[in-house]
């Protein structure tokens, strides 16, 4: 019996070897019909700054995703099957006390067999790490209680001041770009290039919210800004947000934008912690449209000036289209001190970006109506190397939407921010001016105690 039952392994081994070599025999068939190409990207750095070696480059397509490090050229090597790719690339380095960010992204790249050059150039823009970055927006509401859609007159944002040392908000400013939704069509948009992309200044439509009065935010300190309704939502609609929080402030000007299922304040937030609406001559409506799926949000400090000069300064408004209600400000990008580019859910294929790379090299997409939130990414290392943070750091973090929702985001950081926080650590959230990396998707509102 044994004999037996040896023989019929034996076969059985002979006939699984059989079949594997004709398998790889199949294989290698296929792999021959497979053309590859080698393909060199090159960092095309701005004036004044020199190629640097070992800088990484990731390549992008046919579901397949390739790295690797420039040469002291700037010249990264790749070998590739025909298709059609997008190329990344990122650095940092410390200079003077801030750090010097290079982006730079090259989208529909067409490998194929007669590809007459096979470097693509990819030009970088430079920008610097500010104190103050956007910590979370929330503005896509969340489901009204009996089923009958959405509420979204809840927004609000949270500002961190992201470094070691305090920062004062006077004259800080919230604006953002139009078109109001990322799928838009976009008037600012000529031969497939935004028609400011070289001049230096990106678009506040309608109107700015303005900081006036000399707000100190120390190091590792936010402040919450309620965008519409600083009221506590959640007497109406439970899934909503309590900002009615005496320690918090608002977008809140009845006079200019008097609009009031926009704009409601609670008692306990004081008179000073209201912030200056600025309105653009011509533009109409009376409420800021912030849109609650695609916005291009970002914050601004003006230099040199004040924001009520800066807004009322005729030479600085520009149109988007021929219509004078669709006014916009000229804000100089080096006033930027951050910005977020919002893209919807489900409207990839219409998307196009509002904010220049040397604002945010990237985008991250919402899935709105759900009371998602946008909320960013911990820097890992830079957090964990501050000595107060031990014992007081909270992993396995298990806010994000990965897995609730297609296209679900997480923290890769794995670190539970919110609860470290509450624990005293000082948390160094990831700042690299590309919120497709520097942000994620959460499934609740950080300020809903989960």
């Not at 997409?365 to 964990?384: F, I, M, P, S, W």
Request: proline share 3%; hydrophobic share 35%; glycine share 8%.
């Amino acid at each position: 019996m044994k004999s037996k039952i040896n023989t019929v392994k034996q076969i059985f081994s002979l006939a699984m070897i059989g079949i594997l070599l004709a398998t790889a025999h199949s294989c290698d068939e296929k792999n021959e019909d497979i053309k590859t190409i080698e393909v060199k990207i090159r960092l095309v750095y701005p004036a004044g700054y020199e190629p640097r070696a070992g800088v990484p480059v990731k390549l992008t397509g046919n579901y397949a995703v390739f790295e690797a490090q420039t040469d002291a050229s700037g010249m990264a090597d790749f070998t590739v099957a025909v298709g059609v790719y997008e190329a990344m690339s990122f650095e940092s380095y410390l200079e003077d006390k801030n750090y010097i960010l290079f982006n730079g992204t090259k989208s529909n790249m067409v490998v194929n067999e007669s590809l007459s050059q096979n470097v693509f150039d990819m030009p970088l823009t430079m920008s610097k790490t500010s104190q103050l970055v956007i910590k979370e927006i929330y503005n896509g509401g969340c489901q009204k209680d009996d089923g009958s859609g959405a509420f979204q007159n809840d927004k609000y944002v949270i500002l961190y001041n992201n470094s070691s040392g305090p920062v004062s908000l006077k004259n800080y400013c919230l604006g953002a770009c139009m078109p109001s939704n990322g799928h838009a069509t976009n008037n600012f948009m000529s031969g497939g290039e935004l028609s400011y992309l070289k001049q230096g200044w990106i678009p506040a439509g309608f109107g700015i919210w303005a900081l006036e009065s000399d707000v100190m935010l120390e190091a590792g300190r936010q402040i919450v800004i309620a965008l519409e309704n600083a009221i506590d939502n959640t007497q109406t609609y439970s899934n909503s947000v309590n900002l009615a929080n005496a320690g918090y402030y608002t977008a809140y000007d009845i006079a200019v934008w008097p609009n009031t299922t926009y704009y409601k304040v609670a008692d306990v937030i004081p008179g000073n912690h209201y912030l200056k609406a600025y309105k653009i001559a011509g533009a109409v409506g009376n409420a800021w449209p912030l849109s609650v799926s695609s916005p291009a949000f970002f914050v601004f400090q003006t230099k040199n000036s004040t924001p009520a000069a800066f807004a009322n300064n005729a030479d600085n408004i520009v149109l988007h289209g021929t219509s004078s209600s669709q006014a916009n400000l000229k804000t100089p990008v080096d006033w930027i001190v951050d910005g977020i580019e919002i893209f919807q859910k489900g409207q990839e294929a219409n998307s196009k970006k509002r904010l220049t790379d040397n604002v945010d090299a990237g985008s991250i997409y919402l899935t709105n109506n759900q009371g998602y939130t946008l909320y960013r990414n911990v820097d890992k290392e830079a957090t964990e190397m501050i000595p107060e943070n031990a014992g007081k750091m909270v992993y396995d973090y298990d806010k994000g939407t990965a897995g609730l929702v297609e296209g679900g985001t997480t923290d890769p950081s794995g670190i539970d921010a919110e609860a470290s926080l509450k624990l005293g650590a000082r948390i160094i959230y990831k700042d690299t001016n590309n919120s497709t990396v520097d942000f994620h998707q959460r499934k609740q509102a950080s300020l809903i105690q989960m």
